[in-house]
């Protein structure tokens, strides 16, 4: 499992189309939407993109 943490900035902007709408179905995404509504994928994307800058500065002090 990728940890989303590296994903690009494209990937960030279609997120919903991913969660919620199956764009990835093919490569074996499943779909949430019965589970998830678009404020809940923003609040995880937005978690995700908090957990990516922490995961960064770790990085930065371990490497000045």
């Known amino acids: 499992i ?8 494209a ?9 919620l709408d ?5 490569k074996g995404m499943p779909v949430f939407s ?8 923003e609040l995880i994307k937005s978690y995700i993109i908090h ?3 922490i ?3 770790s990085a930065s002090n371990r490497n000045p």
């Open 51 to 53: 957990s990516a800058q």
């Open 34 to 41: 019965d589970r998830l509504s678009g404020e809940d994928v």
């Open 11 to 19: 990937t960030f902007r279609i997120m919903k189309d991913i969660v």
């Open 22 to 26: 199956g764009v990835f179905l093919q």
């Open 2 to 9: 990728p940890n989303l943490a590296y994903s690009d900035e």
């Open 55 to 57: 995961l960064r500065l």
